[in-house]
T-cell receptor, first 112, second 114 residues
Framework: EADIYQTPRYLVIGTGKKITLECSQTMGHDKMYWYQQDPGMELHLIHYSYGVNSTEKGDLSSESTVSRIRTEHFPLTLESARPSHTSQYLC???????????FGQGTRLTVV | AQSVTQPDIHITVSEGASLELRCNYSYGATPYLFWYVQSPGQGLQLLLKYFSGDTLVQGIKGFEAEFKRSQSSFNLRKPSVHWSDAAEYFCAVGSRSNDYKLSFGAGTTVTVRA
């Protein structure tokens, strides 16, 4: 069973609020990822990190930001939430290049 | 650039019948291929993976997949479906040239009827 956790699982928040989605893993993985998933659509990579103090933007442009101060922690922040940010956000981590990614259970964000 | 196509958006299958989900990828060299399953409100769980070697790979829950380089395909199969197999299935590809980042298909939703 994967040891990667996301909080909160569900979040409803008003427009303009600042939010942080938490993601933690206890597997010591260097590589961590954030994906955005809309219903019936593929997962889009929005951020990734290959280690502490390393962050990169993914294939899909996002107004969110991430940080990687500790190996196990990879939070995602939206400074000012908008309804267009409504989506499911999935966090994943990975060890060596020839291994699979492990996913958290996701955070379903609704901005009203 | 790597990409994944899952041609079937939705498949309905009777319990006990066989299931095949299609996946085609676009990538020049040998890719690393994965099938994940997602139940409602949950994250993704790995069913199986292919990196090299035997082109027929076995996974959890009785699933298997076959890598066919000539067809750029990695189709998922199960001989006899159970009601608990109702879920969304994602094919993913990773490659050394893309820093091993995973690209996902749009997914196939499987409905199992009694």
């Amino acid at each position: 069973e994967a040891d990667i956790y996301q909080t909160p699982r569900y979040l409803v928040i008003g427009t303009g609020k600042k939010i942080t989605l938490e993601c933690s893993q206890t597997m010591g993985h260097d590589k961590m990822y954030w994906y955005q998933q809309d219903p019936g659509m593929e997962l889009h990579l929005i951020h990734y990190s290959y280690g502490v103090n390393s962050t990169e933007k993914g294939d899909l442009s996002s107004e969110s930001t991430v940080s990687r101060i500790r190996t196990e922690h990879f939070p995602l922040t939206l400074e000012s939430a908008r309804p267009s940010h409504t989506s499911q956000y999935l966090c994943a981590s990975r060890g060596d290049w020839n291994t699979e990614a492990f996913f958290g259970q996701g955070t379903r964000l609704t901005v009203v | 650039a790597q990409s994944v196509t899952q041609p079937d958006i939705h498949i309905t299958v009777s319990e006990g019948a066989s299931l095949e989900l299609r996946c085609n990828y676009s990538y020049g060299a040998t890719p690393y291929l994965f099938w994940y399953v997602q139940s409602p409100g949950q994250g993704l769980q790995l069913l199986l993976k292919y990196f090299s070697g035997d082109t027929l790979v076995q996974g959890i829950k009785g699933f298997e997949a076959e890598f066919k380089r000539s067809q750029s395909s990695f189709n998922l199969r199960k001989p006899s479906v159970h009601w608990s197999d109702a879920a969304e299935y994602f094919c993913a590809v990773g490659s050394r040239s893309n820093d091993y980042k995973l690209s996902f298909g749009a997914g196939t939703t499987v409905t199992v009827r009694a």
